[in-house]
Nanobody, 113 residues
Framework: QVQLVESGGGLVQPGGSLRLSCAASGGILRYNNLGWYRQAPGNEREVVARIFSAGTTNYADSVKGRFTISRDNAKNMVYLQMNSLKPEDTAVYYC???????WGQGTQVTVSS
């Protein structure tokens, strides 16, 4: 069974950048559809970006042009490059294998001056 582990979160000032990583173990991600989700306090979990096995991607309107999802099949990794961060991007970010109940434990991203 695939397990997902996120890393790369932290505290960053508005306008700054972070790169989140999601490492998979126990399986191969190459043929899977994957996504990054986030959940802020008091809010429901929402999709941020998704990447499909063919390489196509899609993004939430709130992050288009600022975030980029990518994958490295050789390393069994998925990434989320986040630029021009805003305070409203503050949330716990989760890696998810689409169509399954497989989630990572989450990594906190805080955007604040």
């Amino acid at each position: 069974q695939v397990q997902l582990v996120e890393s790369g979160g932290g505290l960053v000032q508005p306008g700054g950048s972070l790169r989140l990583s999601c490492a998979a173990s126990g399986g191969i991600l190459r043929y899977n559809n994957l996504g990054w989700y986030r959940q802020a306090p008091g809010n429901e979990r929402e999709v941020v970006a998704r990447i499909f096995s063919a390489g196509t991607t899609n993004y939430a309107d709130s992050v288009k042009g600022r975030f980029t999802i990518s994958r490295d099949n050789a390393k069994n990794m998925v990434y989320l490059q986040m630029n021009s961060l805003k305070p409203e991007d503050t949330a716990v970010y989760y890696c998810h294998k689409l169509g399954t109940n497989t989630w990572g434990q989450g990594t906190q991203v805080t955007v604040s001056s």
